[in-house]
């Protein structure tokens, strides 16, 4: 092995003693021929074959362009002069250890072992652009100082083993477009500076390997566009800031001052931004594939990047015409993107949008005891999204709105002990937002918006429009709605087998059941008790929880009273007829002729607000048929009526005038009752009614007791009708 060398130089010093001085094209001397041509040094058996130089101040350039250099090289301790010349050499190694570079120009460079510039500074442009490297790169340590510029160039740079950069320094783009390593990429603890612009280009980066930046600090953007990692990608515990600002700030589809761009980038394993991950500014992964896990608990996404309270970027363009932030903008970006295991965010701090729309996850989606903050906007958006398995945000803190619309969820979607205030607006109507709006989703077992270590609580309300759920929707302990005018709840056309309606207070708005369909209800006073009104047309349900007990009429009374004051008064047959129908079909056809009675009632009290002059006669119709004859639904008053009526007919006509024999050649004996027996029924004939002629105002009674007679007679036989059949 060939060494030149010196002791004690410092390589920062730009003016070392002269002694220290070397031309750089000395450093070939001793190994080549005076024909150009190059021969191995003399060197004891077994030594490699290595020119080693170490604590030399290095004049003029070391020029080894365009040619073959069949030894290793190594810089221990140098400073160099000239930026070392490398390009479309083929060389067998080389390394620059605690050297100091103004630059190195190595483009289409071809190492047959490693390429090593570990623990060196470099103050200008490193230069790998189309190199091929055997071996591995190593930039441990290393500090690339090139402000405002490119400080490492390597553009479809082939490593066929690691890139080595462990705690790298670098000031400038570390630009890698199109590069292809072969082993793992090791970038942990290092720090990446180009502020407003990109940290790291990887656009098109292939890494065999695992892509790792665990504990980095990073000021830029880092851009892996279209980047394929063939294991995982790890970001764990790095900070992230000061992205690249985009021109058109006011596009809906951008993220101004994005910190990291994932777009379209392939990642074989897990994608780990977890653990102490802090990015000032949106992470953006829109249409990327990922085989493993997206792992974001006990990260923070912030959107508003180092700002004060001011919404950023598209979050800005929404909050000009309001009084107060509309949002701040998207924090995380997720559009597209399809993960093949799950998406953890426990312990998560978003600040900003969770953006998720078409986003396909196989396994469960967790944000359990998470933040999530975007006032008066969308703190989760993630319509038509497809989960796997659950979708789990228990305990969690969300200043915003979740729009979920058209989601499918393999399992549970569970909200329980959450809490979701100041939902936003739309855009082109006045009315707010819900706080969770899941219309159209398909939900294959549970809906739980209900309390868990606290109350669930939703001041913009629930909506689930047209939403299948599989089994069960609870909103057992919630706390529904804060403002009168809006829906605390909104079901309309929902299906589901369970539904259970007990919050923990009285709904703040208006609550529609329209078309619901359940199998069992199970509800308490406070639903019924709901501020606003209680949109009941067409809502089926099968069965009561706590089923009615056959001798339980205060039960019937209270929910009778409950549907008045849900309907706020107002006439809507369907609930009383879905009501008396599921009473019915439980075998309690008492309760329900009680329900269809009050039914009768409220139609009769409506027809006759509707007629004013007219209104005494129907209320008192309605009166007479409700006590005679239960509108048809009590028969058995109406044999009591007729027995009453014969009682009254017989006591009239045996305290009345003697009536007197139509036929004087008739021998019949008078008997008040069973003339009076003779007329109130009607078809049977006993043989007194056709032979006493009753005169004056016996003959109004008599013609009264006939009329009285076939009304009160056919109701009693039409309910022994229907009691037959059955």
Avoid at 71 to 83: G, S
Avoid at 298 to 326: I, K, N, Q
Avoid at 588 to 595: L, P, Q, R, S
Wanted: aromatic letters at 6%.
């Amino acid at each position: 092995m060939a060494e030149v060398g010196a002791r004690g130089l410092d390589v920062f010093d730009p003016s070392p003693p002269r002694s220290a001085r070397m031309a750089a094209a000395e450093v070939l001397r001793g190994v080549g021929e005076p024909d150009g041509t190059w021969r191995l040094p003399r060197r004891r058996a077994g030594m490699p074959p290595v020119v080693r130089v170490a604590d030399r101040f290095l004049t003029g350039t070391l020029d080894l362009r365009a040619v073959e250099f069949p030894y290793l090289l190594e810089f221990v301790r140098c400073r160099f002069e000239e930026p070392p010349d490398l390009r479309q050499g083929k060389l067998a190694g080389i390394e620059f250890a605690d050297c100091w570079l103004p630059g190195l120009s190595a483009r289409n460079l071809s190492s047959a072992n490693e390429v090593s510039l570990a623990g060196s500074t470099v103050e200008g442009l490193v230069d790998l652009v189309d190199a091929d490297v055997a071996g591995s790169l190593s930039l441990r340590d290393s500090a690339l100082v090139l402000a405002d510029g490119i400080a490492l160039h390597a553009d479809r740079l082939k490593v066929a083993g690691g890139l080595l950069a462990q705690r790298v320094r670098v000031t400038g783009e570390l630009r890698m477009a199109g590069a292809h390593v072969g082993g793992y990429c090791n970038f942990s603890g290092g720090r990446l500076t180009n502020p407003h612009g990109h940290a790291f280009n990887g656009t098109g980066l292939h890494v065999g390997g695992n892509l790792l930046m665990n504990g980095c600090a990073l000021r830029g953007t880092v851009l892996l566009a279209g980047a394929r990692v063939d294991s995982a990608l790890t970001l764990r515990g790095s900070t992230a800031a000061d992205g690249r600002a985009d021109d058109d700030a006011l596009d809906p589809h951008s993220d101004p001052n994005a910190t990291l761009v994932f777009d379209r980038i392939a990642v074989e394993g897990d994608v780990q931004l977890d653990r102490g991950f802090t990015s000032a500014g949106a992470v953006r992964m829109v249409n990327a594939a990922l085989g493993g896990t997206l792992s974001l608990s006990g990260g923070t996404f912030d959107a508003m990047g180092e700002a004060d309270s001011e919404p950023t970027g598209y979050g800005r363009a929404l909050a000009t015409d309001t009084a107060e932030p509309t949002g701040f903008g998207r924090a995380l970006h997720l559009d597209g993107t399809t993960v093949g295991g799950d998406i953890i965010g426990r312990q998560a701090t978003v600040r900003g949008q969770l953006r998720m729309v078409d986003l396909q996850a196989k396994g469960s989606l967790i944000l359990d005891g998470s933040t999530l903050d975007n006032p008066r906007a969308d703190a989760v958006l993630g319509n038509r999204s497809r989960i796997g398995s659950n979708f789990a945000a228990r305990e969690v803190e969300v200043t915003g709105g979740l729009e979920l619309r058209a989601v499918h969820v393999g399992a549970n979607l569970d909200l329980r002990g959450s809490r979701i205030t100041r939902p936003g607006r739309y855009r082109h109507q006045p009315a707010g937002k819900p706080s969770l709006d899941v219309g159209g989703a398909v939900i294959g077992r549970d809906l739980i918006c209900a309390r868990g270590a606290k109350e669930f609580v939703a001041h913009g309300g629930v909506r689930a429009r047209r939403a299948q759920v599989g089994r069960m929707a609870t909103f057992s302990g919630a706390v529904l709605g804060d403002k009168l005018d809006a829906h605390a709840l909104n079901l309309l056309g929902m299906a589901v087998q369970e539904l259970e309606l007990t919050p923990i207070s009285p709904p703040r708005g208006d609550v529609t059941l329209r078309q619901v369909r359940c199998t069992v209800l199970d509800d308490n006073e406070h639903f019924w008790g709901a501020t606003g009104r209680i949109d009941l047309e067409e809502f089926r349900y099968d069965s009561l929880r706590h089923p009615i007990d056959l001798r339980d009429d205060g039960e019937v009374d209270r929910r009778l009273r409950w549907l008045r004051q849900a309907m706020r008064r107002t006439y809507r047959p369907g609930p009383y007829d879905q009501f008396a129908e599921m009473l019915r079909a439980g075998g309690n056809d008492e309760h329900a002729a009680t329900v269809l009675v009050e039914k009768q009632r409220l139609r009769y009290r409506a027809v006759a607000e509707g007629r004013r002059w007219l209104r005494p006669l129907v209320l008192l119709w309605s009166w007479l048929q409700r006590a005679m004859v239960g509108y048809g639904y009590r028969p058995a008053r109406a044999l009591a009526w007729l027995v009453v009526t014969w009682l009254v007919g017989s006591l009239w006509f045996a305290a009345g005038p003697e009536l007197k024999e139509i036929n004087a050649d008739d021998e019949l004996s008078w008997n008040p009752w069973l003339f009076t027996i003779d007329l109130v029924v009607p078809i049977v004939d006993f043989g007194n009614k056709n032979r006493w002629n009753a005169p004056g105002t016996s003959q109004w009674i008599a013609s009264g007791l006939i009329v009285m007679g076939w009304v009160l007679a056919t109701t009693v036989a039409a309910g022994v009708t229907r009691m037959l059949k059955r």
